[in-house]
Protein backbone atom coordinates (compact mmCIF):
# COMPACT_ATOMS: atom_id res chain seq x y z
CA UNK A 1 0.00 0.00 0.00
CA UNK A 2 2.99 2.38 0.85
CA UNK A 3 4.75 1.53 -2.10
CA UNK A 4 1.86 2.40 -4.63
CA UNK A 5 1.13 5.77 -2.49
CA UNK A 6 5.11 6.79 -2.87
CA UNK A 7 4.62 6.07 -6.97
CA UNK A 8 2.08 8.15 -6.96
CA UNK A 9 3.00 10.90 -5.10
CA UNK A 10 5.92 10.94 -6.80
CA UNK A 11 4.61 10.93 -10.43
CA UNK A 12 2.09 13.85 -9.42
CA UNK A 13 4.51 16.05 -8.57
CA UNK A 14 6.46 15.10 -11.45
CA UNK A 15 3.31 16.00 -13.61
CA UNK A 16 3.24 18.54 -11.84
CA UNK A 17 6.31 19.78 -12.77
CA UNK A 18 6.43 19.10 -16.42
CA UNK A 19 2.84 20.08 -16.98
CA UNK A 20 2.73 23.90 -14.07
CA UNK A 21 6.01 24.66 -14.91
CA UNK A 22 8.51 23.06 -17.80
CA UNK A 23 5.43 23.14 -20.13
CA UNK A 24 4.32 26.76 -19.83
CA UNK A 25 7.66 28.19 -19.88
CA UNK A 26 8.47 26.09 -22.74
CA UNK A 27 5.24 27.20 -24.31
CA UNK A 28 5.81 31.12 -23.48
CA UNK A 29 9.54 31.52 -24.77
CA UNK A 30 9.08 29.88 -27.81
CA UNK A 31 6.17 32.52 -28.24
CA UNK A 32 8.44 35.24 -27.13
CA UNK A 33 10.66 34.19 -30.16
CA UNK A 34 8.50 33.35 -32.81
CA UNK A 35 5.56 36.47 -32.25
CA UNK A 36 7.24 38.91 -29.77
CA UNK A 37 4.64 41.48 -30.31
CA UNK A 38 1.81 38.99 -30.47
CA UNK A 39 3.37 37.33 -27.14
CA UNK A 40 3.15 40.85 -25.85
CA UNK A 41 -0.31 41.39 -26.53
CA UNK A 42 0.61 43.38 -29.78
CA UNK A 43 0.79 46.92 -27.91
CA UNK A 44 1.25 50.28 -29.90
CA UNK A 45 1.84 53.51 -28.03
CA UNK A 46 4.49 56.11 -28.37
CA UNK A 47 8.32 55.43 -27.22
CA UNK A 48 8.22 55.24 -23.90
CA UNK A 49 4.51 53.83 -23.14
CA UNK A 50 1.33 51.83 -24.49
CA UNK A 51 -1.46 53.20 -25.61
CA UNK A 52 -3.19 50.10 -26.49
CA UNK A 53 -3.54 47.01 -28.36
CA UNK A 54 -3.75 46.42 -31.68
CA UNK A 55 -5.93 43.18 -31.12
CA UNK A 56 -8.98 45.17 -29.01
CA UNK A 57 -10.87 48.04 -29.76
CA UNK A 58 -10.80 50.83 -28.04
CA UNK A 59 -13.63 54.14 -28.16
CA UNK A 60 -12.83 57.53 -29.41
CA UNK A 61 -15.30 60.52 -28.93
CA UNK A 62 -13.07 62.85 -29.96
CA UNK A 63 -14.19 64.59 -33.58
CA UNK A 64 -10.41 64.67 -34.08
CA UNK A 65 -10.22 60.57 -34.29
CA UNK A 66 -11.49 58.05 -36.31
CA UNK A 67 -14.38 56.50 -34.39
CA UNK A 68 -13.59 52.89 -33.56
CA UNK A 69 -16.70 50.62 -34.25
CA UNK A 70 -19.22 50.02 -31.49
CA UNK A 71 -18.72 47.63 -28.53
CA UNK A 72 -21.06 44.97 -27.48
CA UNK A 73 -19.52 44.67 -24.11
CA UNK A 74 -21.11 47.26 -22.66
CA UNK A 75 -21.36 51.10 -23.89
CA UNK A 76 -17.94 52.09 -25.34
CA UNK A 77 -16.19 49.72 -22.54
CA UNK A 78 -14.01 47.55 -24.75
CA UNK A 79 -13.68 45.06 -22.02
CA UNK A 80 -11.76 42.31 -23.04
CA UNK A 81 -13.08 40.00 -20.06
CA UNK A 82 -16.36 40.14 -21.04
CA UNK A 83 -16.50 39.37 -24.70
CA UNK A 84 -19.81 38.96 -26.89
CA UNK A 85 -22.15 40.11 -29.01
CA UNK A 86 -25.04 42.08 -28.27
CA UNK A 87 -27.46 38.80 -29.01
CA UNK A 88 -30.04 41.53 -30.58
CA UNK A 89 -31.68 40.71 -34.10
CA UNK A 90 -32.29 43.23 -36.65
CA UNK A 91 -36.06 43.32 -35.58
CA UNK A 92 -35.43 43.49 -32.06
CA UNK A 93 -36.03 47.38 -31.14
CA UNK A 94 -33.75 48.04 -28.41
CA UNK A 95 -30.81 47.26 -31.50
CA UNK A 96 -33.35 49.62 -34.61
CA UNK A 97 -32.86 52.41 -31.45
CA UNK A 98 -28.89 51.84 -30.61
CA UNK A 99 -28.74 52.33 -34.63
CA UNK A 100 -30.48 55.20 -34.79
CA UNK A 101 -29.00 56.76 -32.02
CA UNK A 102 -25.63 56.28 -33.29
CA UNK A 103 -26.57 57.28 -36.52
CA UNK A 104 -27.51 60.93 -35.47
CA UNK A 105 -24.28 60.91 -33.19
CA UNK A 106 -22.18 60.54 -36.46
CA UNK A 107 -24.44 63.18 -38.14
CA UNK A 108 -24.39 65.49 -35.36
CA UNK A 109 -20.60 65.48 -35.18
CA UNK A 110 -20.27 65.91 -39.13
CA UNK A 111 -23.24 67.47 -40.33
CA UNK A 112 -22.38 68.81 -43.47
CA UNK A 113 -21.91 64.76 -44.41
CA UNK A 114 -24.62 63.63 -46.43
CA UNK A 115 -23.26 60.25 -47.40
CA UNK A 116 -24.82 56.90 -46.22
CA UNK A 117 -23.06 56.03 -42.76
CA UNK A 118 -21.26 53.07 -43.25
CA UNK A 119 -22.88 49.43 -40.93
CA UNK A 120 -19.83 49.08 -39.65
CA UNK A 121 -19.86 52.31 -37.85
CA UNK A 122 -23.06 51.94 -36.27
CA UNK A 123 -23.46 48.13 -35.12
CA UNK A 124 -21.13 45.77 -33.22
CA UNK A 125 -19.36 42.96 -34.39
CA UNK A 126 -19.25 39.38 -32.58
CA UNK A 127 -16.70 39.90 -30.06
CA UNK A 128 -17.54 43.60 -29.49
CA UNK A 129 -13.87 44.31 -29.27
CA UNK A 130 -13.11 44.77 -33.11
CA UNK A 131 -10.30 47.33 -33.57
CA UNK A 132 -10.55 47.62 -36.99
CA UNK A 133 -13.02 49.27 -39.50
CA UNK A 134 -14.00 48.99 -43.10
CA UNK A 135 -12.35 51.49 -45.64
CA UNK A 136 -15.88 52.97 -45.99
CA UNK A 137 -16.20 53.94 -42.41
CA UNK A 138 -12.78 55.21 -42.66
CA UNK A 139 -13.53 57.50 -45.39
CA UNK A 140 -16.65 58.33 -44.08
CA UNK A 141 -15.56 60.18 -41.33
CA UNK A 142 -12.12 61.70 -43.08
CA UNK A 143 -13.48 64.76 -44.20
CA UNK A 144 -14.64 65.55 -40.21
CA UNK A 145 -11.47 64.68 -39.11
CA UNK A 146 -9.08 66.60 -41.91
CA UNK A 147 -11.69 69.86 -41.22
CA UNK A 148 -11.19 69.30 -37.56
CA UNK A 149 -7.48 69.03 -37.26
CA UNK A 150 -6.87 71.80 -40.26
CA UNK A 151 -5.64 69.25 -42.69
CA UNK A 152 -6.27 68.70 -46.22
CA UNK A 153 -8.28 66.11 -46.78
CA UNK A 154 -5.87 64.40 -49.18
CA UNK A 155 -3.19 63.80 -46.62
CA UNK A 156 -5.64 62.48 -44.04
CA UNK A 157 -7.07 60.48 -47.03
CA UNK A 158 -3.84 58.99 -47.32
CA UNK A 159 -3.63 58.16 -44.09
CA UNK A 160 -6.08 55.72 -44.35
CA UNK A 161 -4.77 54.26 -47.71
CA UNK A 162 -1.18 53.84 -45.73
CA UNK A 163 -3.45 52.00 -42.56
CA UNK A 164 -4.93 50.09 -44.80
CA UNK A 165 -4.72 46.14 -44.30
CA UNK A 166 -5.99 44.00 -47.12
CA UNK A 167 -7.43 40.54 -47.43
CA UNK A 168 -5.61 37.43 -45.44
CA UNK A 169 -3.25 35.69 -47.47
CA UNK A 170 -4.92 37.68 -50.57
CA UNK A 171 -8.21 36.09 -50.05
CA UNK A 172 -9.27 35.77 -46.88
CA UNK A 173 -11.59 38.62 -45.13
CA UNK A 174 -12.05 42.23 -46.02
CA UNK A 175 -9.61 44.99 -46.11
CA UNK A 176 -10.09 46.79 -42.87
CA UNK A 177 -8.55 49.66 -41.27
CA UNK A 178 -7.29 49.61 -37.96
CA UNK A 179 -8.71 52.73 -35.85
CA UNK A 180 -5.79 52.79 -33.22
CA UNK A 181 -3.23 52.62 -35.92
CA UNK A 182 -4.69 55.25 -38.00
CA UNK A 183 -5.30 57.58 -34.98
CA UNK A 184 -1.69 57.22 -34.02
CA UNK A 185 -0.53 58.06 -37.77
CA UNK A 186 -2.71 61.19 -37.30
CA UNK A 187 -1.13 62.15 -34.01
CA UNK A 188 2.17 62.02 -35.79
CA UNK A 189 0.97 63.52 -38.83
CA UNK A 190 0.63 67.32 -36.84
Same mark, same amino acid.
Request: charged share 10%; hydrophobic share 45%; aromatic share 4%.
Given at each position: ?60 ? $? ?6 ? =?? *???? !? /???? #???? +? ?40 ? $? ?6 ? =?? *???? !? /???? #???? +? ?40
Amino acid at each position: MFKLLRQSLVLLVILTVVTGVIYPLAVTGIGQVAFPVQATGSLLGAADHAVGSALIGQPFA $SPRYFWSR =PS *ATSP !Q /AYNG #ASSS +GSNQGPTNPALTQAVSDRVAALRAADPGNTAPVPVDLVTASG $SGLDPQIS =PA *AAAY !Q /AARV #ARVR +GLPLARVQGLIADATQGRQLGILGEPRVNVLTLNLALDAAR
